[in-house]
């Protein structure tokens, strides 16, 4: 639920406060709230809703012009992504999104920008039928966009970051680092229609999440990039890992453009990707195409990397807003 | 739902779209969704719950630094003032707050500010019970504040701005136009605890709006203005209205410190109030010692102001945001 980007990992790396720490400080009381069974600290919040079998979980992203897309990005992506990386945090709970909000804030009125922004928002939301209930548009300083979804899953069986247990074998779907990767060729002025699509039209794995119900012990989408992001996963179920860095699943695209060292940084650092991260017991989940094995759970604390069977350290532990 | 504050109309005034006019043509699709009972263009949307007996109630309100609150307002107010809003929106349609999330957009990440800002928070969920199950921190060029807040009503029983008929009394609930009052004394280096502290602290009336459900036949909350505000329920009635200018409650404060050409203009166009505005048979509310009779629902289209008895113009429609 707590998005960072990449993209603003130069841009702000000298401010001091830990966004993870200063969520958990001043707005995680803790508390039990009848009806609230899981709070902030995972992807989504999970809200019973007792006599109908199910639970709402509840998620909000925002995107910052300038932090989290550049500012030429064209309204219909901004509308899309803002939408994606929602529908990514309801899949890494298992749910099925249901409806959203929009609370839009742009320096102007400008009508074709609208027409362009709502066509990028309802093409993300189309694909998974999530329905438009409200929204308050303002005027600002810069493009702030925040989309609140709500999803839909069975009652006790969303997935939580806090399940995986030592052996349990450590997946990725997808190909990671693309997004990363589209971005800094965004930045550079270079451009690879898939890895650019990638970060800027990102697919969020809503049919897979919902597969890996009863699956998957544990599950994350990637935001924040792999290390982190799966790090997190431990740390919430009292586990460590290791990864062996050469079977993360990279693309072709970038593969043929990137040498060997900046597409690791890419795979292991670059986030955005919004493809999903989780643990399960092998067997269980060998007809989902679309996940690879990296690594495995181990009853260790900490995250260890291999490459050639070598542990290899790196020193970036992903971006934290307020770092 | 959608937060047009007094504050920026003399600042964006020259911007040529209409705010409601935008979201009716870009986001309002008018399409059946399954479980969307009521969509945009309430003070919220109803989602059915099946098998529950309930209907949830989501609203959403952004409050932007500099639009719709001074610079120099303080962080708690501020949040108090992010969460009262909203709070404001689920009381005019007749529902209980649950839960919200808080995406908090800010230019750095100073601790003190977020202690206060988490206090001023707190301070006006905990007075409703409302959790806080998540969130989005992100940083940007200047303060935006969005909650998202969801409610629930017994099913079929929100009160909406449709229900109006003609022979419907008009009522108002506590006094109206302090919160603009306090504004302009704000803005003037002026102050008065009361009306200042009604423009930064606003009472949700949501006590009331629950006991108005069953009761009146409409309802909306007064973010815009009186007149504004009152013109939408009589719209989305399908009917008209005449008031009595002279007995829209005023409180003390505004009476001894403004003239009567003054604090017209901030009762009837001034917003920011977060009172209630609700039609009823007037027999049915005599109990709610809170509402004051201003006026009665007609047959004719459009809203009449009298004052001693002679019809009136005001030539302010109250703000419209990208007017």
């Known amino acids: 639920m707590l998005h960072r980007s990449p993209y603003a990992r130069s841009r702000y790396k000298q401010t001091p406060v830990d966004e993870f720490e200063l969520i958990r400080r001043y707005f995680d009381r803790q508390r039990a709230t009848p009806g609230v069974i899981t709070g902030i600290g995972d992807d989504g919040a999970i809200l019973s809703v007792p006599g109908t079998g199910l639970e709402l979980v509840q998620v909000v992203d925002t995107l910052v012009e300038d932090v989290h897309f550049p500012a030429a990005t064209s309204a219909a992506d901004i509308a899309y992504r803002a939408v994606a990386v929602n529908l990514s945090d309801i899949a890494a709970m298992g749910a099925r999104p249901r409806w959203m909000t929009l609370a839009l804030t742009m320096p102007s009125g400008d009508e074709h920008w609208l027409v362009e922004f709502a066509k990028g928002l309802f093409k993300a939301a189309d694909a998974h039928e999530v329905a438009l209930v409200g929204g308050d548009t303002t005027r600002g300083a810069s493009i702030v966009v925040t989309v609140n979804m709500t999803g839909e899953v069975a009652a006790g069986r969303a997935l939580l970051r806090s399940g995986a247990s030592a052996g349990d074998t450590i997946f990725v779907t997808g190909t990671i680092g693309d997004a990363a990767a589209g971005l800094a060729l965004l930045q550079s002025g270079g451009n690879d229609d898939f890895l650019c699509g990638r970060f800027l039209r990102p697919s969020a794995r809503v049919d897979t999440g919902a597969r890996l119900v ?67 017991a092998d067997e269980r989940i060998s007809d989902l195409d679309d996940a690879s094995p990296i690594g495995r759970v181990t009853g260790e604390s900490g995250l260890v990397c291999r490459l050639d069977g070598d542990i290899v350290d790196y020193d970036d532990s992903g971006y934290r807003h307020f770092r």
Chains 1, 2 share one sequence.
């Open 214 to 280: 009863g699956r998957a012990s544990a599950a994350i989408d990637l935001s924040d990039g792999l290390l982190g992001d799966l790090r997190k996963l431990l740390d919430a179920s009292g586990v460590g890992g290791e990864i062996d860095v050469a079977s993360v699943p990279l693309s072709n695209a970038m593969k043929s453009r990137f040498e060997q060292e900046e597409r690791t940084r890419f795979a292991l650092f670059g986030g955005d990707d919004y493809e999903l991260c989780f643990t399960a």
